[in-house]
Protein backbone atom coordinates (compact mmCIF):
# COMPACT_ATOMS: atom_id res chain seq x y z
CA UNK A 1 0.00 0.00 0.00
CA UNK A 2 1.11 3.49 -0.79
CA UNK A 3 1.18 6.51 1.29
CA UNK A 4 -1.73 6.89 3.28
CA UNK A 5 -2.99 8.80 6.05
CA UNK A 6 -6.64 9.44 7.89
CA UNK A 7 -7.40 12.98 8.00
CA UNK A 8 -10.80 13.26 10.13
CA UNK A 9 -13.79 10.75 9.96
CA UNK A 10 -17.25 11.99 11.29
CA UNK A 11 -18.58 8.37 12.57
CA UNK A 12 -19.30 5.33 11.38
CA UNK A 13 -21.47 5.17 8.07
CA UNK A 14 -20.33 8.84 7.52
CA UNK A 15 -18.09 10.84 6.11
CA UNK A 16 -14.23 9.97 6.40
CA UNK A 17 -11.53 12.04 4.81
CA UNK A 18 -7.50 10.49 4.08
CA UNK A 19 -4.47 11.09 1.81
CA UNK A 20 -3.28 8.62 -0.08
CA UNK A 21 -0.03 9.40 -2.37
CA UNK A 22 -0.69 12.94 -1.36
CA UNK A 23 -4.25 13.32 -2.51
CA UNK A 24 -7.02 13.81 -0.66
CA UNK A 25 -10.15 11.39 -1.13
CA UNK A 26 -13.09 11.34 0.76
CA UNK A 27 -15.22 7.69 1.89
CA UNK A 28 -18.18 6.24 3.92
CA UNK A 29 -16.59 5.59 7.14
CA UNK A 30 -16.91 1.67 7.83
CA UNK A 31 -14.61 1.04 10.38
CA UNK A 32 -15.43 3.38 13.38
CA UNK A 33 -17.87 1.14 14.53
CA UNK A 34 -15.10 -1.64 15.81
CA UNK A 35 -13.10 -1.82 18.32
CA UNK A 36 -9.60 0.29 17.65
CA UNK A 37 -7.55 -2.29 19.39
CA UNK A 38 -8.81 -4.59 16.58
CA UNK A 39 -8.34 -2.74 13.53
CA UNK A 40 -4.84 -1.95 11.89
CA UNK A 41 -5.18 1.85 10.77
CA UNK A 42 -1.84 1.54 8.82
CA UNK A 43 -3.48 -1.26 6.55
CA UNK A 44 -6.45 0.60 4.94
CA UNK A 45 -8.96 -1.40 2.86
CA UNK A 46 -11.17 -0.25 -0.50
CA UNK A 47 -14.40 -0.89 -1.41
CA UNK A 48 -16.70 0.47 -4.15
CA UNK A 49 -20.34 0.55 -4.48
CA UNK A 50 -21.79 1.15 -8.20
CA UNK A 51 -25.43 1.02 -8.58
CA UNK A 52 -26.01 3.55 -11.50
CA UNK A 53 -26.58 1.94 -14.43
CA UNK A 54 -23.66 2.24 -17.60
CA UNK A 55 -24.63 1.17 -20.82
CA UNK A 56 -21.59 -0.79 -21.83
CA UNK A 57 -20.67 1.59 -25.01
CA UNK A 58 -20.29 4.18 -22.29
CA UNK A 59 -18.32 2.50 -20.07
CA UNK A 60 -15.88 1.60 -22.73
CA UNK A 61 -16.35 4.47 -24.57
CA UNK A 62 -15.94 6.88 -21.65
CA UNK A 63 -11.97 7.27 -21.22
CA UNK A 64 -10.18 8.28 -24.51
CA UNK A 65 -7.65 9.91 -22.54
CA UNK A 66 -6.97 6.41 -21.09
CA UNK A 67 -6.70 7.98 -17.63
CA UNK A 68 -6.09 5.73 -14.20
CA UNK A 69 -7.37 7.99 -11.83
CA UNK A 70 -11.15 8.44 -9.26
CA UNK A 71 -11.90 12.32 -10.23
CA UNK A 72 -14.61 13.49 -7.00
CA UNK A 73 -18.18 14.29 -8.03
CA UNK A 74 -19.70 14.47 -4.38
CA UNK A 75 -18.81 13.45 -0.82
CA UNK A 76 -17.53 10.01 -1.27
CA UNK A 77 -19.00 9.49 -5.07
CA UNK A 78 -16.39 9.57 -8.00
CA UNK A 79 -15.67 9.16 -11.96
CA UNK A 80 -13.45 6.25 -11.89
CA UNK A 81 -11.06 6.08 -14.81
CA UNK A 82 -8.89 2.77 -15.33
CA UNK A 83 -7.92 0.42 -17.05
CA UNK A 84 -9.03 -3.67 -17.08
CA UNK A 85 -6.12 -5.88 -15.65
CA UNK A 86 -8.25 -8.90 -15.84
CA UNK A 87 -11.59 -10.46 -16.34
CA UNK A 88 -12.93 -13.26 -13.75
CA UNK A 89 -13.18 -11.71 -11.80
CA UNK A 90 -13.04 -8.27 -13.76
CA UNK A 91 -10.04 -5.98 -11.94
CA UNK A 92 -9.23 -2.82 -12.70
CA UNK A 93 -6.37 -0.12 -12.10
CA UNK A 94 -7.80 3.37 -11.15
CA UNK A 95 -3.92 5.25 -9.94
CA UNK A 96 -4.04 4.80 -6.51
CA UNK A 97 -7.28 2.29 -6.78
CA UNK A 98 -6.94 -1.46 -7.95
CA UNK A 99 -10.83 -2.70 -7.52
CA UNK A 100 -13.06 -5.47 -8.40
CA UNK A 101 -15.50 -4.10 -10.78
CA UNK A 102 -17.89 -6.92 -10.87
CA UNK A 103 -19.10 -9.46 -13.58
CA UNK A 104 -19.41 -7.12 -16.60
CA UNK A 105 -17.25 -9.30 -18.78
CA UNK A 106 -15.05 -12.51 -19.58
CA UNK A 107 -14.15 -11.40 -22.63
CA UNK A 108 -10.02 -11.76 -22.36
CA UNK A 109 -9.75 -9.37 -25.21
CA UNK A 110 -11.29 -6.77 -22.52
CA UNK A 111 -7.85 -6.60 -20.58
CA UNK A 112 -6.08 -3.81 -21.51
CA UNK A 113 -9.20 -1.60 -22.52
CA UNK A 114 -9.54 1.36 -20.21
CA UNK A 115 -13.01 2.33 -18.80
CA UNK A 116 -14.61 5.09 -17.34
CA UNK A 117 -17.52 3.61 -14.58
CA UNK A 118 -19.82 5.62 -11.77
CA UNK A 119 -18.55 4.76 -8.21
CA UNK A 120 -21.73 6.00 -6.03
CA UNK A 121 -19.44 5.55 -3.14
CA UNK A 122 -16.18 4.77 -1.82
CA UNK A 123 -16.09 2.86 1.11
CA UNK A 124 -13.08 2.85 3.65
CA UNK A 125 -11.91 -0.10 6.31
CA UNK A 126 -9.45 -0.89 7.91
CA UNK A 127 -7.69 -5.19 8.24
CA UNK A 128 -8.53 -6.37 11.47
CA UNK A 129 -5.35 -7.17 13.49
Not at 26 to 31: E, L, S
Not at 66 to 76: A, F, H, I, P
Not at 85 to 95: I, L, R
Request: negative net charge.
Amino acid sequence: MSAFELLSTDGYALQAQFKLNGKEYGAMDDFSGFDPAHVDQQSPEFDILCLTDQSWEDMFSGNPDKKKELVKTGDWSYDGYGQITSVSPVVADFGDFTFEIGDITSDERCVGEFIHIVIDRLDLTFRSR
